[in-house]
């Protein structure tokens, strides 16, 4: 089992920051994509940022520019660091990753969610 603990949402004004986080923990060989979807109410989930399989970066055009997605392979975690908020980033935050079980098998995993809102 693959558990996502996330941590870093809240309440901000617009034009401020936040720093969300996501651990992973639990057994499996390798993690092989992770990152940030989020979901504004009456709206799909949609990818914010990401890091694939190869290392490179994913980024939504909304957040170019203004997020940055980080990771500590040793810890496991990515952060996304969130510059320049703006009200339409309003949305529960779910942190995914990809994992590599031992089965041999890969299977995606999806946090709990933090809320991040921002005020005009």
């Known amino acids: 089992q693959v558990q996502l603990v996330e941590s870093g949402g809240g309440l901000v004004q617009a034009g401020g920051s936040l720093r969300l986080s996501c651990a992973a923990s639990?057994?499996?060989?390798?993690?092989?994509?992770q990152g940030w979807y989020r979901q504004a109410p009456g709206k799909q989930r949609e990818l914010v940022a990401a890091?694939?399989?190869?290392?490179?970066?994913n980024y939504a055009d909304s957040v170019k520019g203004r997020f940055t997605i980080s990771r500590d392979n040793a810890k496991n975690t990515v952060h996304l660091q969130m510059n320049s908020l703006k009200p339409e980033d309003t949305a529960v935050y779910y942190c995914?990753?990809?994992?590599?079980?031992?089965?041999?098998?890969?299977?995606?995993?999806w946090g709990q969610g933090t809320q991040v809102t921002v005020s005009s």
């Open positions: 995914n990753a990809n994992v590599l079980r031992y089965t041999g098998s890969r299977l995606d995993y």
């Open positions: 890091f694939t399989r190869s290392g490179a970066t």
């Open positions: 639990g057994s499996f060989l390798a993690i092989n994509s």
